[in-house]
């Protein structure tokens, strides 16, 4: 259930941590997010969440994401969204091969922010993005996280 803009400034770090948390599982971004309340706007808030991540924190937060053309296995807020975002995604088959060769040469999981876009656009991106040298490859999935992150918390937090 989304929470006010009120109700995220003033709440307990305890009750908020939850939402934030489903938003990016990246301990230090929810934090660094609790602890610049109270927020004088979402967009505020939203600026607030382009918070930088660290090489750790990326593949940390990567490990709780599905991939792209399979279903969560988990439930909830979180589940949900991954959903929500992947709706576009009709083209599994395509995907488990892609996914594979990436992750055979990358170690993780294909992030990008799937909102709103297809499966055919999605596929080449990756496919685009398997030419990425490791590190650049890491950046860029962060820079995903981060998009999904605004994206989860805009729909977290309400005005």
């Known amino acids: 259930m989304p929470l006010t803009l009120t109700d995220f400034n003033t709440a307990t770090a305890d009750d908020v941590r939850p939402a934030l948390t489903a938003c990016l599982a990246v301990p230090r971004w929810v934090d660094a997010l609790l602890d610049r309340r109270p927020y004088e706007s979402r967009d505020a808030l939203l600026a607030a969440a382009e918070l930088p991540l660290r090489d750790d924190e990326i593949r940390q937060a990567m490990a709780a994401h599905p991939r792209i053309g399979e279903k969560p296995k988990q ?85």
């Open 75 to 159: 439930q909830g807020t979180e589940a949900d969204w991954s959903r929500s975002e992947q709706s576009g995604v009709d083209n599994a088959d395509a995907f488990a091969a892609a996914n594979a060769e990436y992750e055979a040469k990358f170690g993780h999981v294909y992030l990008v922010c799937a909102s709103g876009r297809s499966g055919e656009e999605l596929l080449k991106i990756l496919r685009e993005r398997l030419d990425n040298d490791p590190a650049t490859e890491l950046a860029v999935a962060g820079q995903e996280l981060l998009k999904i992150a605004e994206l989860r918390l805009a729909k977290a937090v309400t005005a």
